[in-house]
């Protein structure tokens, strides 16, 4: 029973071995399937370098002098596009190994001297694995804080949103209005992503605004102005010490600067605004006027595509503008979607 167990275990973790040396590849083959382990050998390694982008491994054992490419070069190419694989230099001879700092630079995890005997290097794989075992249990921790936390900030979204029965909807038509101005302006996929998330999020901080402002159906007071524009900066205390939100607190933050300097909670102008709290900015403004409110209906479009043409240069980017507005003009349907669907 406990040899099933460790077996079963083994099998949890995938191995490559690359080696010009075929006779070490099949006495390695041996002794890594009678451990148990998903074992996979191979001479070339520009092949094997193909392999890794192909399938998942968590462990590499390494040979450094080969043909047509030494083991340093494999893995700074490996370190393009995997960071994570655990990599065991193999060398015949210590004083053929690479320097220190290069080991360290390409984040080589340990390297051993060849041998007719396997003891060692086996010892080194066997404590690779429980290295990547327990980096696999810090990931998953790690995943289950970063859900718990998205779903707090998730309910406080949603607890601002259902403060205001007029502003319902608004942060998730935001987002989407940003990821449609953002594909108009050919922005690449994360900046997309970030649009996205940033829309959903970018009024977290009304939560740390008091009812009697945010839900006041009269003009509001100097004062109480003052406090409403304080939120934004929450937002970005709310949102600044987690990971996963770092890229899109300048659309937090950022999403009242004016293009003229006019703005809050900074007075950034121009470019000094980031770009993409420039396009949230717009879209933003555009559900305010769109929605309905307590003290007046939603305004006609023809009314809306004027301000926004009246306030390019002032309040909004130029640019960013006209490229929105073409979409109000030649792609109505897609605005008319998001709004149907929120």
């Known amino acids: 029973m406990r040899k099933n167990q460790v077996v079963s275990k083994s099998a949890d973790f995938k191995i490559i071995a690359v080696d010009d040396e075929q006779g070490i590849l099949d006495s390695l083959s041996i002794f890594m399937k009678r451990s148990g382990y998903?074992?996979?050998g191979i001479t070339d390694p520009i092949e094997a370098i193909n392999r890794v982008k192909e399938e998942h491994f968590d462990l590499?054992?390494?040979?450094?002098?080969m043909d047509p490419i030494h083991g340093d070069k494999v893995v700074e190419e490996i370190r393009k596009f995997n960071k994570d694989l655990y990599i065991l230099l193999l060398t015949g001879h210590k004083d053929l190994a690479p320097p220190l700092e290069t080991i360290h630079e390409l984040d080589i995890q340990g390297y051993c001297e060849k041998s007719d005997k396997f003891d060692q290097l086996l010892l080194?794989?066997?404590s690779g694995l429980k290295s990547v075992s327990q980096m696999r249990t810090i990931s998953k921790m790690n995943e289950n804080l970063e859900k718990a936390y998205i779903d707090s900030i998730e309910i406080l979204r949603h607890t601002v949103e259902a403060r205001d029965p007029y502003t319902r909807g608004h942060s998730d038509r935001?987002?989407?209005?940003?990821?449609?101005?953002g594909k108009k302006l050919n922005l690449p996929d994360d900046d997309?992503?970030?649009l996205r998330i940033g829309g959903l999020f970018h009024d977290i901080g009304k939560i740390g605004i008091p009812d009697s402002i945010l839900?006041?159906?009269s003009k509001l007071t100097d004062e109480e102005y003052i406090k409403i524009k304080e939120h934004p900066v929450i937002g970005y205390n709310i949102l600044a010490n987690a990971e996963m939100f770092k890229n899109i607190l300048d659309i937090v933050k950022y999403h009242h600067e004016r293009y003229d300097g006019n703005g809050y909670p900074e007075k950034l102008?121009?470019?000094?605004i980031p770009y993409l709290a420039r396009i949230t900015s717009v879209v933003d403004s555009f559900d305010a006027m769109t929605s309905r409110r307590s003290y007046r209906d939603s305004l006609p479009m023809d009314v809306v595509k004027s301000e926004i043409l009246q306030n390019l240069g002032s309040q909004f980017d130029p640019e960013i503008g006209i490229a929105f507005l073409d979409i109000l003009d030649n792609d109505f349907n897609s605005i008319k979607q998001i709004q149907e669907k929120y």
């Open 174 to 181: 935001v987002s989407e209005y940003a990821v449609l101005l």
């Open 192 to 194: 997309i992503e970030k």
């Open 269 to 272: 102008a121009g470019s000094n």
């Open 124 to 126: 080194l794989i066997e």
């Open 215 to 217: 839900l006041k159906e």
């Open 60 to 65: 590499m054992v390494l040979d450094f002098i």
């Open 38 to 40: 998903y074992f996979v």
